[in-house]
């Protein structure tokens, strides 16, 4: 299915006093006063040891990793259990009649910013995705929330793999050096804020992430029902998680759990595409991630960058 991305009408259509928070390469825009300072969501951050991470993700366990849907159901147990269920358990990877028919997700190129993010965690490892998002300290990297906090533990050796191709990295593997979630995600587990930051440290030859690949800008509190292109490295059937995905479409409200406050775009991308970014119409401005999805229908929600969100990146960008 495709749907016509309309990015310069919908940004036409905003008014120039809008209060949006769009980020770009020149920062993150004026300081909040004492009283914002106060009203300011809590965030949780954590510096993680990713000591050998490079060396321990060959090609091999790359290949080998399982699909971080487990841990966001993991992290759904830690709050009121819903009828909502991770992304990676929707649409094609768990119909049988999908094999050798077309599919929603349409390969994609050309995103050297957008990668795959591998981790350990409970002696498991694991493979989301992820997108290098502008930033004060040019490492950030924007995923899913249950990428990096989706259990009782936090995960180890973390890398992040831009451009990641049919086992390969082209750009480097980028080692994690701290983690930061809304506390709201941390705490219970609820979809609303299920995004996170990873800052990943500079690599031997002392040059930082954003010195090496593209990155997008990010916006937050953005109108709703704006259009999308999703990218991801989806890797259940009907996909193999080698390359890049993308589906496009015009963003609904979740009717099924209104509460998570989430927008859906038609698409079936499986295991493996949680923490993709979502991209406003054709342009490179993040404004969500792949988070979530039901069985049987072919459409990928991601949450509402909010305040909440917007705190965690905000804590990120200049650790």
């Known amino acids: 299915m495709t749907r ?4 310069a009408a919908s940004f036409l259509s905003l008014s120039a006093a809008a209060a949006l928070a769009l980020v770009g390469a020149g920062g993150a825009g004026a300081a909040p006063s004492a009283s914002d300072e106060k009203a300011k969501p809590s965030v949780f951050s954590a510096r993680v040891d990713s000591t050998g991470a490079a060396d321990y993700w060959t090609p091999d366990r790359m290949q080998a990793a399982l699909p971080g849907d487990l841990l966001a159901d993991k992290s759904l147990e830690r709050g009121d259990r819903s009828s909502a269920v991770s992304v990676e358990t929707s649409g094609a990877s768990k119909d049988k009649g999908t094999k050798g ?9 050309g995103m050297d910013h957008v990668g795959k993010v591998f981790f350990t965690l409970d002696g498991a490892d ?13 490492s950030t990297v924007a995923t899913a929330g249950h990428c990096l906090f989706g259990g009782a533990e936090l995960p ?4 992040f793999v831009p451009g990641y191709f049919n086992g390969t990295a082209p750009y480097g593997a980028w080692t ?3 983690y930061h979630v809304p506390s709201g995600w941390k705490d219970s587990g609820n979809m609303q804020f299920d995004t996170g930051f990873a800052v990943v440290k500079q690599v031997d030859t002392g040059k930082l992430l954003s010195d090496v690949v593209d990155e997008s800008a990010v916006l937050f509190n953005a109108p709703r029902g704006l259009s999308y292109t999703a990218f991801g490295y989806p890797a259940d059937k009907p996909f193999d998680g080698g390359s890049l995905m993308s589906c496009t479409g015009t963003a609904v409200d979740d009717s099924r759990n209104a509460q998570f ?15 993709g970014p979502w991209l406003i119409g054709t342009s490179n401005i993040q ?3 792949n988070s979530y999805g039901y069985n049987r229908f072919p459409v990928m929600y991601g949450p509402f960058w909010g305040p909440e969100i917007e705190a965690a990146y905000m804590t990120a960008e200049t650790a």
């Open 101 to 109: 028919k077309p599919t929603l997700a349409k390969p994609a190129s």
């Open 287 to 289: 404004n969500s991630v």
């Open 176 to 178: 994690g050096e701290s």
């Open 126 to 138: 694991y493979v989301c995705s992820g997108n290098a998002v502008t930033s004060g300290n040019k």
């Open 261 to 275: 406050m989430s927008q859906g775009i038609p698409c079936d991308m499986t295991g493996g595409s949680s923490g």
């Open 156 to 159: 180890s050796r973390f890398i």
């Open 4 to 7: 016509t991305r309309s990015l």
